[in-house]
Each structure stands twice: as structure tokens, then as C-alpha cells.
């Protein structure tokens, strides 16, 4: 079993910026793939990045794309969405997520486990 525990979520200005990070614990996230979804009032569960279990070749959602950024640090078991400029349209609750296997996964299901999220409210 792996444990996810977000932290970092907040009141933000729009243009401002967000660190977001997932802390796992339980068992190491170094063969997971690792994803980061968001969930707005109202909406359907969303995919907004994710990073392979060795690094490397992130995948984002078009909406984030050049905006934030996905990392990991498989030393300290944590991965970090780092957010910048950001719009009300973020606004939403945040989860980590972890996946076995290669690749990254931009879909819900390919996901084992999940952490109870993190909101971010960006003020226009």
C-alpha cells in the first residue's frame, strides 16, 4: 500500500504562484508513475500532469502546459506540482496520485492510489 499526503494548497492571487507536494509513504513511489488531477465545483475529475517513475518525459494537460511543472525526488519519496501564473480557471482540489508500471497515465483508472487532495483557490 502507498500512502499519499498532499500539502501546499492555499489562497493565491491570480498571477501569483503555488507549490504543491505529495508526500508517500508506505512503500517507495520509485517504480510508480506519478500524476497530479484536479477536481473544479461541478466538474468532472481532471488529468493535469504526471511524470514516469524514473523522471523524465512529464506529460501535462494543455490548460497547464507552460505553466506548471511536474518533478519528483524518489530520495524523499515526494513529488511537487509546481504552479505559476495562475488563473481562476485552477481553482479546484488538487490529488496526487501513483501508478504502477511504465509510462504516464493520463487517466483515472490507470491509478492505484490516491491521496485526499489539497484546494487551491486563485482570486481574479
Known amino acids: 500500500q502507498v500512502q499519499l499526503v498532499e500539502s501546499g494548497g492555499g489562497l493565491v492571487q491570480a498571477g501569483g504562484s503555488l507549490r504543491l507536494s505529495c508526500a508517500a509513504s508506505?512503500?517507495?513511489?520509485?517504480?510508480?508513475?506519478m500524476g497530479w488531477f484536479r477536481q473544479a465545483p461541478g466538474k468532472e475529475r481532471e488529468f493535469v500532469a504526471a511524470?514516469?517513475?524514473?523522471?523524465?518525459?512529464?506529460t501535462y494537460a494543455d490548460s497547464v502546459k507552460g505553466r506548471f511543472t511536474i518533478s519528483r525526488d524518489n530520495a524523499k519519496n515526494t513529488v511537487y506540482l509546481q504552479m505559476n501564473s495562475l488563473k481562476s480557471e485552477d481553482t479546484a482540489v488538487y490529488y496526487c496520485s501513483a501508478a504502477r508500471g511504465i509510462g504516464v497515465p493520463t487517466v483515472q483508472y490507470a491509478y492505484d492510489y490516491w491521496g485526499q487532495g489539497t484546494q487551491v483557490t486563485v482570486s481574479s
Open positions: 508506505g512503500r517507495t513511489i520509485s517504480t510508480y508513475a
Open positions: 511524470v514516469p517513475w524514473r523522471g523524465g518525459s512529464t
